[in-house]
């Protein structure tokens, strides 16, 4: 644009562009307004049509489970309890809710691993599976981890999974028996904050884990009946996390 000599001349254009400028901050102001996890019943909408599908019309659906040890369904004494954990626990809800499914659960986590170790591994042990689905569960390893990195990790596996249009789903942690769950300002919900953040900011799904257990300890349940160890929940546990994750499947 050509510089305005003329000081009425530069009068003129500013009253011309300020109602521009405030139509465009409203503008942004309502896409902000509007942003939030994805909607349940709609999200996964075209998977579920897939999985009602009966053969020759269906095709296989691939679920990738990514992150650490509650996933990858470590117990006590460092025992794997695969088939009480909440992958399979979804696998097969899955198959008694869409009994003529070809569903893949594929579990990518490792015990110990942080988000930053999981995302530089995401395109090689994750996205080569070709999923239709990705979750995503790092929070209490993540407690070691820097806030600024844990976004960074988190953010990078989420954009190059929906770069492929894949559906993701991210879930807060389960707890710990150390945490202080009425600390807002504690390790493990600053994590979980940061995730409901991610899921709003991408429009995403969400499972509130974290949220789940203190509903469930708010209503008289006790932490050491779904817990297995420390940081691992027992099969009760991990049913609280499927049913979440099931809810997603609207039928």
């Known amino acids: ?5 003329n000081i009425e001349l530069r009068k003129h254009f500013l009253l011309l562009a300020l109602p521009l400028f405030f139509i465009n901050f409203t503008a942004d102001a309502q896409i902000i307004d509007q942003q939030g996890p994805a909607d349940k019943a709609t999200y996964l909408a075209e998977i579920t049509t897939i999985l009602k599908k009966k053969w020759p019309e269906n095709r296989a659906i691939n679920i990738c489970c990514h992150g650490h040890s509650v996933p990858a369904g470590y117990a006590n004494e460092l025992i794997v309890d695969t088939f009480n954990a909440y992958p399979h626990l979804l696998h097969k809800g899955l198959k008694e809710q869409f009994p003529f499914a070809v569903i893949n659960v594929i579990v990518t986590s490792i015990g110990g691993e942080n988000a930053a170790h999981g995302a530089p591994r995401f395109e090689k042990d994750v996205l080569s599976h070709n999923p239709d ?3 995503i569960d790092y929070a209490i390893n993540d407690q070691r981890t820097g806030i600024e990195l844990v976004d ?3 953010t990078s596996m989420i954009e190059k999974a929906l770069a492929k249009n894949i559906k993701v789903i991210l879930l807060t942690p389960t707890p710990t ?3 202080n769950l009425d600390d807002p300002d504690g390790s493990l919900n600053k994590r979980a904050q940061l995730i409901m953040e991610l899921a709003g900011q991408y429009n995403i ?4 884990s974290l949220q789940e257990f203190k509903d469930f300890l708010d209503n008289g349940g006790k932490l050491q009946d ?3 160890s420390t940081h691992h929940p027992n099969r009760k546990g991990h049913e609280i996390v499927t049913a979440q994750l099931l809810s997603w499947f609207q039928n």
């Open 177 to 179: 028996i150390f945490a």
């Open 1 to 5: 644009m050509r510089f305005i000599k």
């Open 152 to 154: 960074k990790s988190w």
């Open 226 to 228: 779904i817990m297995s």
């Open 133 to 135: 689905i990705i979750t």
């Open 205 to 208: 799904g969400l499972v509130d």
